[in-house]
């Protein structure tokens, strides 16, 4: 009776599953049999998770682990794959584990439903071989830089932005880590994430699936993974370039000769912003120089409507999208452009009848309630001559839905 061979290892239903891959040469059954003993942690759920944990998925890894603190919601349903109009409120780990496990029942997946921070990273990250970094901010950047340098993990980073994308491999064959391109974190405030500048949802899906083919290359050692070089995608011409980065530092503070940094710090204090990806509300104004959505309303609504300005200082393209009644546009990227101030204060004089003796309200709103802030203390040195009462409309339009107008369009 003559007897069959099997590819040590693998299950038939393998053979199959991924029978693609397995015939090519670079891989093969071995290969296969090195995915998946290979485990893999995926720190965010989102954008760039969501593609990448789902072609690791499917390409047969063995373990993934998600980490995510938030719930899914119906602004991430254009980009975050792996999530459902049903799973709205629901966990963005769990979310994204039933669409893997629906793929590919064959792999192990481990959720965290937390948000890294020192205290738990190295316990978190030294249970896995490779680490993807799919967040959005700049604190959990040098957090996972660090962990990853000092447990000797490769550091698979992308990050996606309107229509351009990055990617790199940090902390492997004597690359540099990300403190050797960026000893000190940039001012908070000129940091723009997807939720401020946009996102087309595809360039996140180019990234994030790229960051799985950086995986697979580095677990099957095939390949030039994208050590020391940074690859750049820009969406409107579809157009790849891959540019050189600056070598590992020798007196880097983590990876260097003689790292200063041998325990994790507390990366909030040192970037000055949190480690979320949530919006941080900015606090530059004392509490009488805020107006609530509530007490707004009252004035929109009294029949005998009180002399004001209303400024709005979202761009032109979100003003398309929603706007208060009688609201006067000045974009906050034109804000101290003399023409603008021109007619902000023709606008005042318009609503004064006597300047010298009437105290004139100036309200200034925007998405949220931060540049709104920042622009009160813009016009607080730009118009200093006028009689104006100037103030901002605390959590702007976002509140105004919440808590005044539940009609009014979020985005």
Request: proline fraction near 5%.
């Amino acid at each position: 009776m003559m007897t069959s061979k099997r590819a040590n290892g693998l299950e038939n239903e393998e053979i199959t599953r991924y029978s693609r891959q397995l015939i090519l040469p670079e891989i093969g059954v071995q290969g296969q049999l090195t995915l998946k003993k290979t485990s893999v942690l995926i720190v965010g759920a989102g954008g760039l998770g969501c593609p990448c944990a789902i072609y690791l998925a499917a390409a047969g890894l063995g373990k993934l682990g998600l980490v995510d603190y938030d719930d899914v919601e119906l602004n991430n349903l254009h980009r975050q794959i792996l999530h459902t109009e049903e799973r709205v409120n629901v966990s963005k780990a769990d979310s994204a584990a039933q669409s893997i496990s629906q793929l590919n029942s064959l792999v192990t997946i481990e959720t965290h439903r937390t948000q890294l921070n020192k205290d738990n990273a190295k316990d978190i990250i030294e249970k896995y071989e490779v680490i993807v970094d799919a967040t959005d901010n700049v604190a959990t950047r040098y957090l996972l830089n660090d962990a990853c340098v000092l447990l000797k993990k490769p550091l698979v980073s992308g990050s996606a932005l309107r229509f351009e994308g990055q990617l790199t491999v940090y902390s492997h064959e004597g690359g540099p880590c990300y403190r050797c391109l960026f000893p000190s974190p940039p001012p908070p405030d000129t940091v723009t994430n997807c939720s401020d500048g946009g996102v087309l949802g595809v360039v996140p899906g180019v990234i994030g699936t790229l960051q799985a083919l950086e995986v697979m290359k580095i677990a099957l050692k095939i390949g030039e993974p994208l050590v020391g070089r940074l690859l750049l995608f820009d969406a409107l011409p579809c157009s790849f370039r891959t540019i050189k980065l600056r070598p590992r530092k020798d007196d880097c503070l983590v990876c260097g000769k003689a790292p200063k940094i041998t325990q994790l710090i507390d990366y909030e204090e040192f970037c000055g912003a949190p480690a979320c990806d949530k919006d941080a509300g900015v606090h530059l104004l004392e509490p009488h120089q805020r107006l609530s959505v509530q007490a707004l309303q009252e004035i929109l609504q009294r029949k005998e409507r009180q002399r004001h300005l209303l400024i709005d200082v979202r761009s032109e393209i979100e003003m398309d999208i929603c706007a208060l009644p009688e609201s006067l546009n000045v974009p906050m990227s034109k804000l101290e452009n003399a023409e603008s101030i021109s007619m902000i204060c023709a606008e005042i004089a318009h609503r004064q009848i006597n300047p010298q003796q009437d105290l004139l309200p100036v309200y200034v709103v925007c998405r949220k309630g931060n540049d709104s802030q920042k622009a009160v203390k813009l016009l607080e040195g730009l118009l200093k001559d006028k009689n104006i009462d100037l103030k901002d409309i605390k959590g702007g339009l976002h509140a105004w839905t919440r808590e005044v107008d539940s009609s009014f369009p979020i985005y």
